[in-house]
């Protein structure tokens, strides 16, 4: 009998056959994404999953990238592994040809735009370099938005329309974005357009560019923080715009039966936001223009619109029975942000605006008549017995101290002491700092509110210093940053 040839250990491993498995378990668990993306890889199995059955050699040559231990291996092969095996991606549905056609026909219409600026394209018509991608997903993003909105998009974030410049806002324009401008750094791009990164379309080969581009418009990318367990978004959808997938299901289940959800808080299961769901416009409060005094001048503290200055008598239990509604609607069964839906014909935004909520009390007023009856109903907005027993005794006591605190507290004052004003030339030069604006706004908390309502003992202190440092938190942000 013929004897076999004694094979070398290490031959026979290099030889066998490399098999991709999609559902390999990952290195890196993150059960948060899980709930937002349905399919959570790492880049290398991303990436391999992505390209075509005939690119078996593309294939292995990416799954044995490791730079370790390797003859082929490169200096840069090590980080390059370590990216491919620590970078978590979320997507959500798989991408056919014809999403594949879509962004090779934009790819060719963005190259023809730039081809006559000074910006220098790759010398192979679609062939883009990872620099030139992000740019090329940046013009995407835009303009597949309507141009009364801006993108979402963590790419976007610092990025306006050409349109926009002499509109007040400091731009400047990017040549090799058309109809694109900058405010600022978007530190995201500065990671995308790393050495790292750059050097992904040639590990990825032939097709790089509509590989790359698909993933950084469509799907969640997270890196992770040195020396910590925790992930950091720096490409997608902010996963605070995002819904959990038990959500979303739940929200096409009803579109499917064509089951109207219901606007009233006494159906929860309509919908019900959660606390990441309720955010703060902070650009339309602290950029918006000032309201305004009969002289012409700016008004301080609240404008003359608000509750508390509409209804300035603070003995009257009715009244505050009526700030009550505003403070607390969902115990009244009103419009509010938890477990209300918004109409699109009432508003664009988000959120319906709260601020004067007289039309909607006057129109549960006729519906509460016409159910009685036609019975005149004085008491919805007058008498403190029909306010709900949660509602009564302590928590109206603070309400009505609120009111008081409102009328006593010197808002003109706390400004002059902490924005204290500047004669100087140019309207620059005299604009308050953030430091400054956060004391003043942490001074009218601390002269507004109760004692009682931030709590007792050691949970008052925490509290209130827990409160006090959000507000200084959300007065640094960015522009169009919010909480």
Request: aromatic content about 6%.
């Amino acid at each position: 009998m013929k004897r076999k040839r004694a094979q070398n250990r290490a031959d026979r491993c290099t030889s066998k056959r490399v098999r991709y498995d999609a559902n390999a378990e990952l290195h890196l668990t993150a059960p948060l994404l899980r709930q937002y993306y349905p399919n959570v890889t790492t880049l290398r199995q991303y990436l391999a999953s992505r390209l075509s059955k005939a690119s078996r050699k593309r294939r292995k040559r990416l799954l044995r990238l490791s730079g370790q231990d390797s003859q082929d291996s490169e200096p840069g092969d090590d980080a390059l592994a370590k990216l491919l095996d620590t970078t978590l991606v979320g997507a959500f549905n798989h991408v056919g040809e014809a999403v594949d056609e879509t962004i090779a026909r934009d790819i060719s219409i963005f190259t023809q735009q730039i081809s006559d600026s000074t910006t220098e394209i790759s010398p192979t018509q679609g062939a883009l370099k990872q620099s030139e991608i992000v740019d090329f997903v940046i013009w995407l993003l835009f303009r597949r938005t309507p141009a009364i909105r801006r993108p979402t998009h963590l790419l976007c974030h610092g990025f306006s329309r050409t349109s926009m410049v002499g509109n007040g806002d400091d731009l400047e324009t990017i040549p090799n974005v058309p109809g694109v401008a900058t405010a600022g750094r978007n530190e995201h791009i500065q990671i995308l357009k790393g050495p790292q990164w750059s050097s992904l379309p040639a590990v990825v080969g032939s097709g790089a560019e509509r590989i790359l581009s698909n993933m950084l418009v469509d799907c969640g990318i997270f890196a992770p923080i040195e020396d910590s367990s925790n992930l950091n978004q720096i490409c997608g959808v902010p996963m605070s715009e995002l819904k959990t997938l038990r959500q979303s299901d739940d929200h096409h289940t009803e579109q499917a039966a064509k089951i109207p959800a219901a606007r009233s808080p006494s159906n929860p299961a309509a919908m019900h936001c959660g606390l990441s769901d309720i955010r703060f416009v902070r650009h339309r409060m602290l950029y918006a223009r000032p309201t305004l005094t009969s002289k012409g001048r700016a008004r301080f503290g609240l404008g003359h619109g608000h509750v508390l200055n509409r209804l300035s008598d603070t003995s009257n239990a009715s009244e505050t029975v009526h700030i009550t509604k505003y403070v607390f609607p969902k115990q009244f069964d009103l419009h509010n942000v938890f477990t209300s839906q918004v109409d699109p014909k009432d508003t664009a935004q988000p959120f319906m605006d709260y601020s004067n909520r007289e039309y909607e009390f006057n129109r549960l007023e006729r519906r509460y008549q016409a159910k009685h009856g036609g019975e005149l109903v004085s008491s919805f907005r007058s008498k403190p017995s029909h306010l709900p027993r949660r509602l009564r005794g302590h928590i109206f006591e603070l309400l009505r101290r609120l009111r008081h605190r409102h009328h006593r507290c010197p808002y003109h004052a706390l400004l002059q002491h902490h924005c204290p004003p500047r004669s100087c030339k140019g309207s620059t030069a005299m604009a308050s700092s953030a430091t400054e604006v956060s004391a003043y706004c942490r001074a009218v908390l601390k002269e507004l509110l109760p004692s009682e309502l931030w709590g007792t003992g050691e949970v008052m202190l925490h509290n209130r210093r827990h409160i006090l440092a959000s507000a200084d938190k959300f007065i640094r942000l960015r522009r169009y940053e919010s909480m």
